[in-house]
C-alpha cells in the first residue's frame, strides 16, 4: 500500500512539473529542444499512475495493453533528452555547441537511441510483476543493462558539466548524478518505489536548468 501512495505522489509531483514547464516554455522565446522534457514529464505521468493502479486493475489484457504504452512512451520520449540536453548547452553559448555538427551528432544520436529501444521492446516479451502490494507488467528478455538509459545519463551529464564550467550553474551535473549513484546503488528497504525519488530528483534538475535558461534570456 505504500509503495501505490508513493507512485501516486510521484505522478502527482510529474503533473505539478510538467505544466511548471509548459509555463516557462510558453512565457519565453524558447527554443524548440525545451520542448522535450515536458515530453518526457508526460511519459513519467503515465508510468508511475499505471504502476499506482495496477493492483486495482488486476493483472489481465487491460493491465497488459495499458502496460505497453508504458514502453512505447520510455522507448519514443526518453532519447529526447538527448535534444533537451543539446538546447541547454546551444542557449548557453557553450562554445562546442554552437558547431554545426555538434547538432547533427545529437540529432543523430537520439534517433539511433529511439530506433535502439524500439528493437528491444518489440523483441521482450512482458511478464507480470507482484511486489510490494503493487502488480505491474516488466519487459523480460533483455540481453543486458539499460544501454539507452546508460548513454542518455552520460550524454546529460557531460552537458551538465559543461553548463557547470560555462556558467557555475551545478543543479543539472547535480541531478545527473544523483541519478546515476541512485540506480547503481542496491538501496535494502523493501519498496519499488523509493529509487524513483532519485529519478524524481533528476528531473527537477532539469526543470530547474530550463528554468534558470529562460530567466537569463
Same mark, same amino acid.
Given at each position: ?52 493502479? !495496477? =493492483? ?6 487491460? +493491465?497488459?495493453?495499458?502496460?505497453? @504504452?508504458? %514502453?512505447?512512451?520510455?522507448? /519514443? &520520449? ?62 523480460? !528478455? =533483455? ?6 538509459? +546508460?548513454?542518455?545519463?552520460?550524454? @546529460?551529464? %557531460?552537458?551538465?558539466?559543461? /553548463? &557547470? ?53
Amino acid at each position: 500500500m505504500v509503495d501505490t501512495i508513493l507512485y501516486f505522489l510521484f505522478s502527482f509531483c510529474y503533473i505539478v512539473l510538467f505544466f511548471f514547464s509548459i509555463y516557462v516554455v510558453r512565457k519565453n522565446t524558447s527554443p524548440f529542444y525545451m520542448l522535450f522534457l515536458p515530453l518526457v514529464i508526460a511519459g513519467l505521468i503515465y508510468d508511475n499512475i499505471m504502476i499506482g493502479i !495496477g =493492483s486495482f486493475i488486476g493483472e489481465g489484457d487491460t +493491465l497488459h495493453s495499458l502496460s505497453m @504504452l508504458r %514502453f512505447w512512451f520510455h522507448a /519514443l &520520449f526518453t532519447p529526447t533528452l538527448v535534444l533537451f540536453a543539446y538546447g541547454v548547452a546551444k542557449y548557453s553559448t557553450i562554445t562546442w555547441a554552437k558547431k554545426p555538427v555538434a547538432g547533427i551528432l545529437f540529432l543523430l544520436t537520439t534517433f539511433a537511441l529511439i530506433s535502439y529501444e524500439t528493437l528491444e521492446t518489440i523483441s521482450q516479451r512482458m511478464e507480470v510483476v507482484r511486489e510490494y502490494g503493487i502488480v505491474r507488467y516488466t519487459l523480460v !528478455g =533483455s540481453s543486458g543493462p539499460p544501454l539507452m538509459v +546508460l548513454i542518455v545519463a552520460i550524454i @546529460l551529464l %557531460f552537458v551538465g558539466i559543461s /553548463l &557547470f564550467r560555462k556558467t557555475r550553474w551545478s543543479s543539472m551535473m547535480i541531478g545527473v548524478a544523483v541519478m546515476i549513484v541512485g540506480s547503481a546503488v542496491s538501496i535494502p528497504i523493501p519498496s519499488t518505489a523509493v529509487t524513483n525519488t532519485f529519478e524524481l530528483i533528476f528531473i527537477f534538475s532539469l526543470f530547474l536548468t530550463q528554468r534558470h535558461l529562460m530567466k537569463i534570456h
